[in-house]
T-cell receptor, first 112, second 114 residues
Framework: GESVGLHLPTLSVQEGDNSIINCAYS??????FIWYKQESGKGPQFIID?????DKRQGQRVTVLLNKTVKHLSLQIAATQPGDSAVYFC???????????FGTGTRLKVLA | EAQVTQNPRYLITVTGKKLTVTCSQN?????MSWYRQDPGLGLRQIYY???????DKGDVPEGYKVSRKEKRNFPLILESPSPNQTSLYFC?????????????FGSGTRLTVV
């Protein structure tokens, strides 16, 4: 299937454990952020988003944390399941523009 | 089912032979965009469209053309493909012009130019 890249950082997690995937964003003027999940052979899929006026947002089994001071975003996945195996990447929207900057991603491998 | 449909999924072509990758969405989205994805790089925007007959260049538009004659369709045209256009291409659409709520992506088109 389509590979998003052979040189991505990889996070290996035991099934049932929590996963934390990190993203350093580039532009201090970015005010909206999205995490996407990309499974092998598929297009990216929206997971969760957060605005810059928030530090934390929770979804179903996922939490996004935003630290504007150090321009850092993290995605926490609780009770990681085999179906969570994918590449995860963040996207930042530069305030006042329609432009998004996409990260290169992290490959999550869930070990049975 | 709400979706973005791209065709073909895989394409191998020769340098200089014009090709078109089709993209269609059934969500009545105004905003559509084309991206390419290459190893070690994040998604890079090729072209985008705010609405019918409104298109604009993204970050890497050279060698590509687009058209938006109908709201649902946004084809990507390579008039004279070259090997450096070998890549994985994604079409995306969004209800919001700002992308609020995220884009809906197609399944991708793997293009190889030899």
């Amino acid at each position: 299937g389509e590979s998003v890249g052979l040189h991505l950082p990889t996070l290996s997690v035991q099934e049932g454990d929590n996963s934390i995937i990190n993203c350093a964003y580039s532009n201090s003027a970015s005010d909206y952020f999205i995490w996407y999940k990309q499974e092998s052979g598929k297009g990216p899929q929206f997971i969760i988003d957060i605005r810059s006026n928030m530090d934390k947002r929770q979804g179903q089994r996922v939490t996004v944390l935003l630290n504007k001071t150090v321009k850092h975003l993290s995605l926490q996945i609780a009770a990681t399941q085999p179906g969570d195996s994918a590449v995860y990447f963040c996207a930042e929207n530069i305030s006042g523009t329609y432009k998004y900057i996409f990260g290169t991603g992290t490959r999550l491998k869930v070990l049975a | 089912e709400a979706q973005v449909t791209q065709n073909p999924r895989y394409l191998i072509t020769v340098t200089g032979k014009k090709l078109t990758v089709t993209c269609s969405q059934n969500m009545n989205h105004e905003y559509m965009s084309w991206y390419r994805q290459d190893p070690g790089l994040g998604l890079r925007q090729i072209y985008y469209s705010m609405n019918v007959e409104v298109t604009d260049k993204g970050d890497v538009p050279e060698g590509y053309k687009v058209s938006r004659k109908e709201k649902r369709n946004f084809p990507l045209i390579l008039e004279s493909p070259s090997p450096n256009q070998t890549s994985l291409y994604f079409c995306a659409s969004s209800l919001s012009r700002t992308g609020l709520g995220g884009y809906t992506f197609g399944s991708g088109t793997r293009l190889t130019v030899v």
